[in-house]
Every structure is written in structure tokens, then in C-alpha cells.
């Protein structure tokens, strides 16, 4: 048996390890129905000024990245777009969300949602710490 740890794997080598953590996943869980969602801010011109990116699964919304343009943070696109999110989730069932976030970003924006914190991570990345927060309705 030879152990490699590589870089860059190949897709195929990506997704034999996917499908591999997935089959044994399912043993317990289930299949695993998975769900990428998202909603975005666009100008009048069509331009992307912000997003939010995330996935459904387990029962859970996975909030996985959230921007808003600097020139339009203080119009609430933010709590918009999350809010978004959550109601294309809660429409589906879901009513467990949960994300991440660090020192830099906008961990007391995520509180004023209503996320509560649950775990943290210091020196993640280094000089910084990450939080993991969630909200259930």
C-alpha cells in the first residue's frame, strides 16, 4: 500500500473519494439530497453587486458565503439576500441554518439575524479566529 498526500488531485481521483465518503454516509443517513442554492443583488445594469451562496442538505441550509458590494452595504442587501436564503430554505422544510464566519467579516451581523455561536476557532485563519454559528426557527 503506497500513501501519497497530493496538491492538486485529478477530478476523477476527486470524486472516487466524494462518492466513496457519500456511499458510507448513506448507510446511515439516507441518500443525501443536496441542494445548492442562491440569490444575488444586480444593478440596473445587470451588474453583480452582491450574493449569497448555499447548500441544503441533512435537514440543514449551509449559508456558505455571503458579499455585498461596499457601495451598497448600508441599503441592507445583506440582510436581504440572507433573509432570502432562509425563506427559499424554510419554504422546503428547512429550519436549521447554520455558517461560518471570522474576526474580519461579520460575526455581529450574523447575531443581529438571530444566529446564535456555538463554536470558535482561533488563529483560523492565523491572527484570526472563525466562528461557527447557527439559527433554528
Keep these: 500500500m503506497e500513501i501519497t498526500a497530493v496538491a492538486e ?7 472516487v473519494l466524494k462518492n466513496g465518503l457519500n456511499g458510507y454516509n448513506e448507510r446511515f443517513t439516507g441518500k443525501i439530497e ?4 442562491s440569490a444575488f443583488v444586480k444593478s440596473d445594469t445587470g451588474e453583480t453587486l452582491g450574493g449569497i451562496l448555499g ?19 448600508s441599503q441592507k442587501a445583506g ?7 432562509e425563506e427559499y ?3 422546503k422544510g428547512i ?8 474576526t474580519f467579516q461579520a460575526l455581529g451581523f ?8 456555538f463554536g470558535e476557532l482561533p488563529d483560523m485563519p492565523p491572527g484570526f479566529t472563525s466562528y461557527f454559528l447557527q439559527k433554528q426557527i
Design 55 to 73: 447548500e441544503i442538505y441533512w435537514g440543514w441550509l449551509h449559508v456558505q458565503g455571503l458579499w455585498v458590494h461596499e457601495s451598497i452595504r
Design 79 to 85: 440582510s436581504r439576500l440572507l433573509k432570502q436564503l
Design 34 to 37: 443536496r441542494e445548492k442554492v
Design 110 to 117: 450574523y447575531q443581529k439575524q438571530g444566529y446564535q455561536l
Design 9 to 15: 488531485p485529478t477530478e476523477q481521483d476527486f470524486l
Design 89 to 91: 430554505a424554510f419554504s
Design 95 to 102: 429550519q436549521n441554518y447554520r455558517l461560518e464566519t471570522t
